[in-house]
């Protein structure tokens, strides 16, 4: 199985142990992480790549700490801000 992620979803997961080859694991976690081009937009780009197998990838996924939703709004809110450059993200 393969999964892509930002670099900032998988660091809120748990730590997992990964397998040192891909025909060992289960799940291929592909890392992506934003990059800001020369004309000022941003891509996504290869982060990394972790081999791990199914009970380690449920592990980290349930380790996690979750936040109320208004935590989450207001870190998804001030991302957006970041990216937005200087308009004004307002909340509903």
């Not at 982060?47 to 592990?59: C, M, N, W, Y």
């Not at 207001?74 to 308009?87: D, M, N, Q, V, Y």
Request: include cysteine.
């Amino acid at each position: 199985m393969a999964v892509v992620v930002d670099r900032s979803f998988f660091l809120a997961m748990g730590r997992m142990r990964t397998v040192p080859h891909i025909s060992n694991c289960d799940v291929a976690w592909f890392v992506l992480r934003y990059e800001q081009s020369h004309n000022g937009r941003f891509c996504l780009v290869r982060d990394g790549v972790h081999f791990t197998t199914l009970e380690d990838s449920v592990e980290a996924l349930t380790a996690g700490v979750p936040v109320s939703l208004e935590v989450f709004e207001e870190r998804i809110l001030a991302k957006l801000g970041r990216l937005s450059g200087p308009t004004q993200v307002t909340s509903y």
